[in-house]
């Protein structure tokens, strides 16, 4: 039905940079609430930002506040993450995922539709 592809993932130095994007195929794009999630090997997948489709309310995990924003652009369908300040512990696989009018997006199971993911590894 909806599908995302995530784009952007890279090797980067600890303190860099990097901005992911998601594309969705969707045409009621504004109607879904969209996240970002990650996981490292041997991890489970762990929430890291949302932003809401009511409002576009943006919720983050603890560890990247200040850090990550989770931004998107309703009218090319596309969701960002801009990552500044890299540290080795943010190195995972990326997921794009989306949430037909849900609200409770740090909740994985509000989730309905998932990318394949982008890899993001931060060197020491």
């Known amino acids: 039905q909806m599908q995302l592809e995530e784009s952007g993932g890279a090797l980067v130095q600890g303190g860099g940079s990097l901005r992911l994007s998601c594309a969705a195929s969707?045409?009621?794009?504004?109607?879904?609430?969209m996240g970002w999630f990650r996981q490292a090997p041997g991890k489970g997948r762990e929430f890291v930002a949302t932003?809401?489709?009511?409002?576009?309310?943006?919720y983050y995990t603890y560890s990247v506040r200040g850090r990550f924003t989770i931004s998107r652009d309703n009218a090319k369908n596309i969701l960002n993450l801009q990552m500044n300040s890299l540290k080795p512990e943010d190195t995972a696989v990326y997921y794009c995922?989306?949430?037909?009018?849900?609200?409770?997006?740090?909740?994985?199971?509000?989730?309905?539709?998932w990318g394949q993911g982008t890899q993001v590894t931060v060197s020491s």
């Open positions: 932003i809401r489709w009511v409002d576009d309310n943006t």
């Open positions: 995922a989306a949430g037909y009018q849900r609200l409770n997006g740090a909740e994985i199971s509000e989730y309905d539709y």
């Open positions: 969707g045409r009621a794009f504004s109607d879904y609430t």
